[in-house]
Nanobody, 125 residues
């Protein structure tokens, strides 16, 4: 079991930045690929970013590439999502998730085993 707790969400204006954190506890954090997903009201949960177990590989949705940066600190059992140049369309509940990297489908939320409770990000125009 892995428990995940997100933090760092909030209400910001267009163009602002936020840094989300996801703290993990339980089984070995460093053995999991970590992902960030988001879900806006009435929409399906969508992939935002993922990072490999050692942090050497990162992946981004086209909509956030160049604006968001994912990172992890395995010593602190934490994964981060730095979000810059936020836009109203980034408004959503953001979730972190953990997945054993036994397959290449890092962007498929159905593949992830553990989820946090989510943190709300609201971007006003």
């Amino acid at each position: 079991q892995v428990q995940l707790v997100e933090s760092g969400g909030g209400l910001v204006q267009s163009g602002d930045s936020l840094r989300l954190s996801c703290a993990a506890s339980g089984r070995s954090f460093s053995g999991y690929r970590m992902g960030w997903f988001r879900q806006a009201p009435g929409k399906e949960r969508e992939f935002v970013s993922a990072i490999s177990v050692r942090g050497t590989s990162t992946y981004y949705a086209d909509s956030v590439r160049g604006r968001f940066t994912i990172s992890r600190d395995n010593a602190k059992n934490t994964v981060y999502l730095q979000m810059n140049s936020l836009q109203p369309e980034d408004t959503a509940v953001y979730y972190c998730a953990a997945d054993m990297p036994s397959h290449p489908y890092y962007s498929d939320y159905r593949r992830y085993d553990y989820w946090g409770q989510g943190t709300q990000v609201t971007v006003s125009s």
